[in-house]
């Protein structure tokens, strides 16, 4: 098989590089070691920033999004029993954010992409990248047979290959160990995550700090809440009954006034550890990661999914470029245009997560330090204005 480009993972960033490859006229094929059941039904996070929303749309995957999608212009922050609101037009240009899922924005590149768009193999794992930085690298895969029935090995050679394989993924060892710097960082907590079939309980999402701990309510429509707790890391999800989850929800939300949790019948639990991570550079040859094959962040920020986006709008303008002038101007700049963006997701979600999460580790000092900054977020519009910018996302560059 030969192709021009080829991607590596069919979550977010690989289905949607290939959408923008396809509408530039470039081939490319997608290779994805899950089926298609198991990538659609993956809970993930649901905040989409206002540029991920136009680049949805105008690549025309935006059409349920815009109808099912809820415009959120703003983000409640509480602690010490206080509620403050961030208003997000009023503190930014106007900008705001959609909650939409990303487990739904996936199911409508799936569609796109199996209705006319370039091939996108389920059930095919990628065991290698074979000579990234020569002229024509190869791609090893074993796609599963019929009825599970092991595989066949095959090669895939390209002229350019996307590493969208997620974290745990193979692109990313592709390139030598002397070439490339880690940067990371592993939090004591992690968050427990449920789904539960009952209206949300607030019109806007509520980051909480409490004492107990961090909370945040979220939802994915009118009907169903989205709900998170800090948890120490290595919890059990097994461990904690839908009661003992209402309880501690309820505690970590109490606000002064009337305010009450509702509460409903739990349909999903599960447990995200929380770690930020960057692998620089994000291009070997003409192997390029993109999302989070190559960074993490911790997800308080909700900027995984739009770092994910940024990067292949990124790429695809950069393959482009390439394609119609043969200028490898912007792919030679990719990884460092890339780079300036994620540390700026990464400096933000590092911040909200040491901004919102008590630990037992911290002095009373670094405690009081913490609420004196959420203090100073409620009282100065400069402060709020600061948040309100990189939540609702930085302008692409
Ligand atoms: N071969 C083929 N596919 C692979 C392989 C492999 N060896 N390893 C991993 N994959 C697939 C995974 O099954 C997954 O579907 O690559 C895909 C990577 O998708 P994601 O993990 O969703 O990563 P990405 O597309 O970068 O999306 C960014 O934003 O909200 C965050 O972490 C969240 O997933 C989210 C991310
Ligand atoms: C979610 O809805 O899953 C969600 C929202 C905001 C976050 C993280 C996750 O910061």
């Known amino acids: 098989m030969r192709t021009t480009v080829g991607i590596i993972g069919g979550g977010p960033a690989g289905l949607l590089l290939a959408r923008l490859l396809h509408r530039a006229g470039m081939d490319c094929v997608v290779l994805e070691s899950r089926e298609r059941r198991y990538v659609e039904a993956r809970q993930r996070a649901g905040i989409l920033e206002q540029g991920t929303v136009d680049v949805l749309r105008k690549c025309g995957a935006g059409a349920r999004m815009d109808r099912e999608g809820l415009l959120h212009r703003g983000i409640e922050l509480r602690f010490e029993g206080r509620a403050h609101r961030i208003d997000f037009p009023a503190l930014t240009d106007g900008r705001s954010v959609m909650v939409y899922a990303q487990t739904e924005v996936v199911k409508d590149l799936v569609a796109l992409q199996l209705a006319d768009g370039p091939p996108l193999l389920f059930g095919a794992e990628v065991l290698a990248v074979e000579d990234p930085d020569s002229a024509t690298p190869t791609i090893r ?5 019929r009825e599970g029935r092991e595989g066949r090995e ?6 350019f290959v996307a590493g969208c394989d997620g974290f745990h993924g193979v692109a990313r060892r592709a390139i030598p160990a002397e070439r490339t710097a880690v940067f990371e960082r592993d939090y004591p907590y992690s968050w427990l995550g449920v789904l539960a079939d009952v209206p949300p309980s607030c019109e806007e999402l509520i980051y909480a700090r409490h004492r107990r701990g961090f909370a945040l309510h979220s939802m994915r429509s009118p009907q169903v809440s989205r709900l998170y707790l800090q948890v120490p890391a290595g919890t059990d999800p097994a461990d904690w009954s839908d009661e003992r989850i209402w309880d501690e929800l309820s505690a970590r939300f109490a606000v002064d006034g009337d305010w009450a949790l509702e509460r409903g019948p739990i349909t ?8 930020s991570y960057v692998q620089e550079p994000m291009r070997h040859g003409r192997l390029f990661l993109a999302g989070d094959a190559a960074h993490i962040v911790p997800p308080t920020g909700a900027k995984g999914l739009n770092l994910a986006v940024t990067d292949v709008v990124t790429l695809a303008r950069a393959l482009t470029l390439h394609h119609e002038t043969g200028s490898t101007e912007l792919l030679d700049s990719y990884s460092e245009t890339c780079l300036r963006r994620v540390w700026q997701a990464e400096r933000f979600s590092a911040f909200m997560t040491d901004t919102l999460h008590p630990h037992p580790d911290r002095t009373p000092f670094e405690e009081r330090l913490q609420l004196a900054q959420l203090e100073r977020i409620a009282a100065s519009p400069a402060a709020s204005a600061e948040l309100a910018e990189n939540y609702v996302g930085l302008p692409l560059s």
């Open 268 to 275: 999903a639990k599960s447990v995200t550890p929380m770690r």
């Open 141 to 145: 895969f074993r796609h599963e047979g």
């Open 154 to 159: 095959q090669t895939l050679s390209c002229d």
